[in-house]
Nanobody, 118 residues
Framework: QVQLVESGGGLVQPGGSLRLSCAAS????????MAWYRQAPGKQRELVAA?????????ADSVKGRFTISRDNTQNSMYLQLQMNSLKPEDTAVYYC??????????WGKGTLVTVSS
């Protein structure tokens, strides 16, 4: 089992920046890949950015050049960050942290709300 807790959401003006963080605990050695997803009101959840253990990254076209995903590993913890720059109102959503283990099982955090508005 893997537990994920997101933090860092909030209200920001258009053009501003936010940094999201996800703390992973539990069976972190089993994690193969981690990702950020988001879900805007009335829309389906979508992939924002992903990073594999091998360092391969993938971004949604809508965030390329503005968002950066990164991971930090310690002996007992794993952290996934999402640096979001040049934020737009259409980036407003609940952002979820996701982890996938070697068996293909997916784990989700409860999400953190990002609101981009003037």
């Amino acid at each position: 089992q893997v537990q994920l807790v997101e933090s860092g959401g909030g209200l920001v003006q258009p053009g501003g920046s936010l940094r999201l963080s996800c703390a992973a605990s539990g069976s972190i050695d089993a994690i193969n890949a981690m990702a950020w997803y988001r879900q805007a009101p009335g829309k389906q959840r979508e992939l924002v950015a992903a990073k594999t253990n091998g360092g391969i990254t993938n971004y949604a076209d809508s965030v390329k050049g503005r968002f950066t995903i990164s991971r930090d590993n310690t002996q007992n913890s794993m952290y996934l960050q999402l640096q979001m720059n040049s934020l737009k109102p259409e980036d407003t959503a609940v952002y979820y942290c996701n982890a996938v283990d070697g068996l293909g099982l997916g784990y989700w955090g409860k999400g953190t709300l990002v609101t981009v508005s003037s």
